[in-house]
């Protein structure tokens, strides 16, 4: 019996392998080709091209398009914005999402309202969430300023939050990037108005809604890890930070990795939290290479000039897809 | 450490990350619930419904005055042409990916995986100039015709992970019994998977209604928008805000799918990192 159903089985394999596999994979492929492949070939040509919003072609005209672009003060401040917007709010997504996927990998009381809670940024709609961050960074009524500038311990003590905050942040001791002048109740700050307080809140609404999804894939991780693992540590003594250093670590390190390089491509990618929250404002001071592809391909209509503005984009992206799939395989072998 | 201890150290880890990631969402339920008197005056704790709130007014105000619920049924439309898009393409090449095509099946299946990586900010200038040519400028076609371009490679990928936990011995047991590839298919292998395409569809339409770049680059009339980006075009316009309506707007569409998420959330684990991570 076994060898006939075995038999058989391997003659269809054989007819399959040929005709129905790419059969079933084909329009999958073709309808990717055609809607990724093409468009992003179609950017190649058209960054090559003087090319402007009422024609897909135009004049070839070499490299102009990314000299005259690397030559535009805004391009380079933009450049700039995205590889600081990047590895600042991936460095707070990776810590945050550590810690917090160790804390919620355990069970305990309550813990389905507060994963609940967590899920909240990543379930909701970018660009709407992001114009939440637009009311709560709002320059007459922000709750933040609100915060800090009232006693909210009202019949106690009084307490300024913003005195605390001047009290740390208020020093020599700190680089420039980080020190603050002493917040003025009357004047507080306009969070989306100056352009470091508008590359801080940009930052940190991405972040904000980037840290649920690394988390998710941490404690994913964190699950598969065999729970032998946890006995053989204990056996030798690990236990605490030494445990996390030498044993949890070393073991999360590749799907982290492959956490991280997902969170690069979408945040170098990302064009929804800039465009709500600043529009690259004030003064272009907070453009992504998105965004100023965004403003000179369709507001100022340079085709063209758009597309190798976006197209800056293309190695470094190229470079993380590669690095992934050497991780990918690792996890897999692990 | 006692078991109590630990729970406090859980609490107190946990519960500062809960309070930072809710509170935009406490927040726009505030705003959402007061009314202009009261949400205008600088005198006014903004934490305590003061006079006239809490009130109805805003979602009131939501659903009268603006294009809003238009929105909502062109996102719902969009929605569903495109995860029917979806599970017609991405079904079957997943099924056969995970099945048929042995080493060479993997490859392919990271290759369609790699096209989700490249983003609608690399693509949006051409697609524009193409969806122009076809005349689709301006109508719910255009978004239907595109975004499928992501939930495909995002949707196959998932499936993949779902169809490699579904033991192959029970569709060699229906070919056994006479049926053929695509009958046990049909009967064995897609039955068994309906948790593994609710959780493609769910998440697949959240990523269509999550799209940003194209809405607001093909649409530009107001009465053809989707939620994403008629609540940020159409409602601020200039220096007239209407804060408690957006707050309302916003908070509409987040309640359902964070709902769906917590409950599809350790299937989308399972898919997610089912493909590669096993």
Redesign the interface.
Known sequence: MAVV?SG??WQ??FE??RF??????A???L??AV???A??I??IY?SFTDATAG??TGEFVGFRNYLDAWDSENFRRALRNTVIFTLVSQAIVLV?AG??A???V?D??G??I???????????????????????F?P??S?VN?TLT?DIVPGGPAFFPYRAVDWIFARDFWPGAIQISPIEPIDPPQWLGEPNLAMAAIIFAHA?RI??FAT??F???L??MPPEIDDAARVDGATGLKKFWYVTMPLQLP?AL?ALLFGI??TA????VV??LTHGGPFNSTHML?TW??DT??NGSA?GE??AI??Y??PP?AL??IL??RF?RR??VT | MSRARENLVSYLIVGPFAIVLAFPFYWMLMTALRGDNDLYSVENVPFKFNDGSPTTSNFRFLFEQTQYDKWLANTALVGAVVVAITLVLALPAAYALARLSGRWGQSVGVGIFLTYLVPPTLLFLPLNRVVAELNLHDRLWSLILVYPSFTVPFSTWLLMGFFKTIPPDLEDAALVDGASRLGALARVVFPLSVPGILTVVIFSFSLVVNEFVYAITFISSTDARTVSAGVPTELIRGDVFYWGALMAATLIPAIPLALLYNVFLNRFIAGFTGGAFR
């Open positions: 159903a058989r089985r269809d394999v399959e392998r129905l596999g790419p059969l079933l994979i329009p999958a492929v309808f990717i809607l990724v492949g468009p992003l179609l950017a058209l024609s897909l945050g810690v917090l160790h804390a919620l355990r305990f009381r813990k389905w507060l994963r609940l809670l967590i899920l909240l940024p990543w379930a909701t709609p970018v660009a709407l969430s992001t114009v939440g961050f637009l009311w709560i709002h007459l009524y709750v609100w009232h904000w840290l649920p998710v894939i404690i994913a991780g699950a598969s799907i492959v491509v979408f990618t990302d064009m929804t465009y709500v998105t592809a965004f391909g369709i085709l758009g597309a976006s197209l984009l293309l992206l993380v897809a992934m799939l990918a996890v897999e």
